[in-house]
């Protein structure tokens, strides 16, 4: 086969699969987006307190 060949069958598979999926509804999106930033601010955070409590330390024993 042609590359040109191999191409168009790629294209019609991805096509074929993409009706497969399931796409989530708005809601479900929003929720999902919610999560990630307060799990980012989350973890953020406790990285900034760990890190102040280590530099705190550090400066003590120097």
Same mark, same amino acid.
């Given at each position: +086969?042609? /590359? @040109?060949?191999d +191409? /168009? *069958?790629?294209?019609? =598979?991805? *096509? @074929? =699969?993409? *009706? *497969?999926?399931?796409?989530?509804?708005?809601? =479900?999106?929003? %929720?999902?987006?919610? +999560?990630?930033?307060? +799990?980012?601010?989350?973890i953020?955070?406790?990285?900034?307190l &760990?890190?102040?409590?280590?530099?705190?330390?550090? %400066? %003590?024993? &120097?």
């Amino acid at each position: +086969m042609s /590359r @040109v060949a191999d +191409m /168009r *069958k790629f294209m019609n =598979e991805v *096509k @074929v =699969e993409t *009706k *497969k999926v399931t796409w989530p509804e708005s809601k =479900e999106t929003t %929720q999902a987006t919610l +999560m990630v930033f307060v +799990m980012v601010i989350f973890i953020a955070l406790f990285l900034w307190l &760990i890190d102040t409590g280590l530099s705190a330390l550090v %400066q %003590q024993v &120097i």
